[in-house]
């Protein structure tokens, strides 16, 4: 939730008072997440750090209609896979397969300190689960786990119908629990 009314904090400030400190500090929030997120479209960080920048250029330059945005986060990835389908259409890769989008970066599972508290080989039973999981499947396991999104935010960002994200949610988390003999 703090998040959430910070996120909107930010955008009141950068609006009405064209704040560059609470631009730079939302920058902060999200270029991460954004970032990983490209990278796992393009496998090149330094064009996906191009495209994040260029997502924030376009909401500083655009800062006087932010209020029309109602979801920023979700706005901010469905700018940057479109910017990333883009880059990948102009520079004849053309071949965009799930696989390639899910065997970078993007989908290692990230350490904090709750994954300390796992013993190392719980901790490589559950990455080696989520590499079993099909591309698609593997992908909104990730949004919706990692990065928070919710199930209409990730719908809303891969284009898919809600039933069709919480119906991969539900079998990634079924193939997880037989793969961790939870059966």
Known sequence: ???????????????????????????GLHE?????????F???RE???????????KIWTGRGNLDTIKNLQVY??????????????NTSTKKIKELQL???????????????????????????????????CKLIFKMVKEDDLSVNEVAAILGLSNKTVFAQLAIAIKKLDDALGGK
């Open 76 to 89: 901010l990835y469905v700018l940057i896979k479109n910017a990333c389908l883009n880059h990948l259409r």
């Open 32 to 40: 991460p997440r954004l970032n990983k997120f490209a990278y796992s």
């Open 102 to 136: 899910t065997e970078t970066y993007y989908f290692r599972l990230s350490v904090d300190p709750s994954h300390l508290l796992i013993s190392k080989e719980l901790e490589t039973r559950v990455l080696n689960a989520v590499n079993q999981l099909p591309p698609r």
């Open 42 to 44: 393009l496998g090149d």
């Open 47 to 57: 064009v996906a750090q191009e495209i994040v920048n260029d997502a924030f250029l």
């Open 1 to 27: 939730m703090s998040s959430i009314v910070s996120t909107q904090e930010h955008i009141r400030r950068i609006q009405v008072n064209g704040d560059e400190a609470a631009f730079n500090e939302l920058y």
